[in-house]
C-alpha cells in the first residue's frame, strides 16, 4: 500500500512559481502523476513521471511552465509550477501508479493523495 500527502500549495500572484512536492510511503518503484481539479470542472491530467525520471509527459496547457521531477532516495515527487496563470488555480493531486497497471496513464492511477490548494491571484 501507498500513501500520498501533498504539500506546497498557497496563494500566488499571476506570473509566479510554486513549487509541490509530494511524499510517498512504502514502496516508490511507481510512475508518478500530478492532476488538478477546478471548481465545478472534471478532474484533469498535468504531468507524469516513469520510476526512472528520464520520461516526462505534460497536459498541453502547462507544458513550458511546469516540471515534474522525482528523488527516488527521497521518495518524494515534486511538480516546479512557473508563470502562474489564474486558470491554473485548482486542488492539486498526486497520485501512483503501479507498475502492472491497466489502462492509460493520463487517468488510470491506483493511489492518490488529499489535495493542496493552489489559487493564482489575477
Known amino acids: 500500500q501507498v500513501q500520498l500527502v501533498e504539500s506546497g500549495g498557497g496563494l500566488v500572484q499571476a506570473g509566479g512559481s510554486l513549487r509541490l512536492s509530494c511524499a510517498a510511503s512504502?514502496?516508490?518503484?511507481?510512475?508518478m502523476g500530478w492532476f488538478r481539479q477546478a471548481p465545478g470542472k472534471e478532474r484533469e491530467f498535468v504531468a507524469a513521471i516513469r520510476w526512472s525520471g528520464d520520461d516526462t509527459y505534460y497536459a498541453d496547457s502547462v507544458k513550458g511552465r511546469f516540471t515534474i521531477s522525482r528523488d527516488n532516495t527521497k521518495n518524494t515527487v515534486y511538480l516546479q509550477m512557473n508563470s502562474l496563470k489564474p486558470e491554473d488555480t485548482a486542488v492539486y493531486y498526486c497520485?501512483?501508479?503501479?507498475?502492472?497497471?491497466?489502462?492509460?496513464?493520463?487517468?488510470?492511477?491506483?493511489?492518490w493523495g488529499q489535495g493542496t490548494q493552489v489559487t493564482v491571484s489575477s
Open positions: 512504502g514502496r516508490s518503484m511507481y510512475t
Open positions: 497520485a501512483a501508479r503501479a507498475w502492472n497497471a491497466k489502462g492509460s496513464m493520463y487517468g488510470e492511477y491506483d493511489y
